[in-house]
């Protein structure tokens, strides 16, 4: 377990990881197969996940079947998912993140972002790690991603935003899951920030710049917590809402270049230091062509919200 951490690190590019250097077991009813705690510690299912992971240790080098090595990989992409919640920006750590978590949107972004960058990665974990020596055969079998309600809306909005700012979706992804829950906004809408407005919004107006695209943000995610994974339609409809999403922050992005395009003499002096301040918010310009946030049929009951047995939280 010591390498788990560092090597999510090492892969991800990140600046450091919040674990603590605490693991310990779920208790063996628990649902979930592993967590990331509030206190930066680790927890893992005692049978899935450790009992899995002490198997493949204890018969080292032998040849499995693949059930054998997809339980191993299950296990292993557990850890990852558990390790990359961990992952923080300078300043900042796992826990601080974590009232965030607790809205939806954030919820929503959280635990897709992380698992399509496991996703992305679990094969490079499993090399660096030499894990290949110890269950050959375990990078060539595949284990069924969670969070299928989520995922289509995080993957569709990080493909729009990576085209928007010519990179991939899966950089995108990966930039996003860097950081904790309370900034993975933030790094989107500064990506759209930087690729579009930095020329026209003066210095001191691009945090409240950046703040009101990450607002637009949110609605279309929050409005898809609670779906259901085994719900074609949900399914369907998140990919919806992450288009929603990245259309509402393309408004809005298109919204601040209109106002500081008309205002570039007040750009100009708050970029000479004469003490002019920026508005609290920009003209407010609807947006032609801009679709509603995806919602449920009203006869569509919601999903209790109960995760697979094999999901990380």
Known sequence: MAEQAQVAVRITGADHTSWNRVWDVLEADDRRWGLACRDNSLRYHPEHIVESLRTM???????????????????????LHENIHLLAARGT??????????????????????????????????A?????????????????????????????FANAVGARVELSGDKVILLMAVVNAEDKFRVAAELLYDKTLSDVVPEQARAGAVAEIEAAMKPAFASIHGYDANDPLDVKMSAMAGLQAFQQANAKVNDLAKYWSANQDLRRSMDAGLGATPPLHSAQVPTPGAAPVPRRSANQPQAHREPPTSRGD
């Open 93 to 126: 750590s796992h826990s601080t993140g974590m009232d965030a978590y607790k809205e939806p949107a954030h919820e929503v972004v959280e635990e897709a972002t992380t698992e399509l960058a496991t996703q992305i990665l679990l094969d490079k974990y499993i």
């Open 57 to 79: 240790f204890d018969r080292a080098g032998e040849r499995h079947g693949d059930w054998t090595l997809q339980r191993f990989k299950e296990a292993i992409r557990v850890v």
């Open 128 to 156: 660096e790690l030499d894990l290949e020596r110890i269950a050959p055969g375990i990078s060539e079998v595949s284990t069924p991603p969670p969070y299928g309600e989520y995922r289509p809306a995080v993957e569709r």
